[in-house]
DNA sequence: AATCAAATACCACAAAAGAGTTATTTAAAT
DNA sequence: ATTTAAATAACTCTTTTGTGGTATTTGATT
């Protein structure tokens, strides 16, 4: 029954039926084993120092933090963790932020378990694994755009429903800044005005709800 | 084994791990059995058709139409049928949509299973269930606002970035009758601007991503 | 029959947003 | 040491958005 080496996994995810369909779907694998369940992020640190797990399966949203911000934590302490996002589709930017901060995959939880086990390997194998339609979409919005955290901040006011004015009192910069910083971000979203950047934005992920 | 009267269930999903974890969950349960499981809104139907379940767990997100728009087609053929919409969290007004267009209940996937379940047969014994937390955010946006289906329609213009003379052009109606929608838009939706409605109309669900 | 909500439209005015150009400072990268 | 990217700012001018008020038509509701 017990195999030689088998594939010691944590999930984390704050949906207790996503975990119940994780741990089904790991321990029907001969090869894999769920040894621990974390709902949000402060817990998965605990629950990785306490059984150091081989992949660690990460899902996005949590009710603590993020769950790159709670990967980021795990990856300082244990260097050589594996972990793999496992989310519904977000924005791009979640993915390369995702990816530039150590995921080695990213999953979604759309996609057929036998690939999702597939993918669990493959990781557990050393390699790095992004799906196709995800590599994609990522192509897309690569060599162009990605906003500047000052951007990033003026593109949230703007999202407040400010005005320009309020916008550089509140940053204390000039509105004329302001300006050049709106026209940046429509630049780069490729928005016809304020608005559209918005919901763009939101849909990219590069601003949450 | 064998219980005299099994709650028979179906789960409408596109998640294949949701479903693992609903099936487990169900199954698990003596009064209860998962009799079929659809990924979209027309095998949902379909599935329904064949097995006629006491009870139907739909998502709101399936590949192919609104889980509230499934639900309707299938209270068309089956006036009958007990719908709970089970969902991660989206904006109040599609919460109202799903009560209106007859769902029996409203369950969000980061409940305890122990609670599922209960509303799985307080529902089957004929009673409706909405959470508490979400009675409580449907009070807040209810009396007042409530867009009107031309007032949706040009939200969604703006959304994507039109002047309101476009607007105006492909809704056929002049400038200032697109102003005057507008006004009403922001005032309904306590708005400082355009593009703050849009956001909160987003968050709300009032308009899509 | 009377009332009400929704959609339509016009006018005038004020406020804000956006386009185009130029320029300085600082920090990072080569 | 030089180049580059980011953030800052000013100026002008045009376009767009938003405010306030008034008014008409139509379809429901009472």
Not at 77 to 92: H, K, S, Y
Not at 174 to 186: G, N, R
């Amino acid at each position: 029954m017990k195999e030689e080496k088998q594939i010691r996994v944590l999930s984390v995810d704050d949906h207790p039926l996503m975990h119940e369909g994780i741990a089904a779907l790991i321990n029907n694998q001969t090869d894999m084993n769920l040894v621990a369940e974390a709902s949000d992020g402060r817990s998965a640190l605990l629950e990785f120092r306490e059984h150091q797990p081989d992949i660690t399966l990460m899902d996005l949203r949590l009710p603590d933090m993020n769950g790159i911000d709670a990967m980021i934590s795990i990856l300082k302490e244990f260097p050589n963790a594996r972990v793999i996002i496992l989310t519904m589709f977000e924005g791009d930017v979640e993915i390369q932020r995702a990816l530039k901060s150590g995921a080695r995959g990213y999953m979604l939880k759309t996609m057929p378990p036998k690939e999702l086990v597939k993918v669990v390997r493959r990781v557990h194998a050393g390699k790095k694994h992004i799906p196709p339609e995800i590599a994609a979409n990522l192509a897309e919005h690569f060599s162009n755009d990605a906003l500047t955290p000052r951007e990033t901040e003026v593109l949230a006011q703007i999202a407040e429903g400010n005005r320009n004015r309020d916008i550089a009192e509140r940053l204390f910069i000039s509105e004329e800044t302001v300006k050049v910083h709106i026209k940046h971000i429509m630049d780069k979203l490729d928005a016809n005005d304020r608005t559209q950047a918005v919901a763009i934005a939101i849909r990219r992920g590069i601003i949450q709800l």
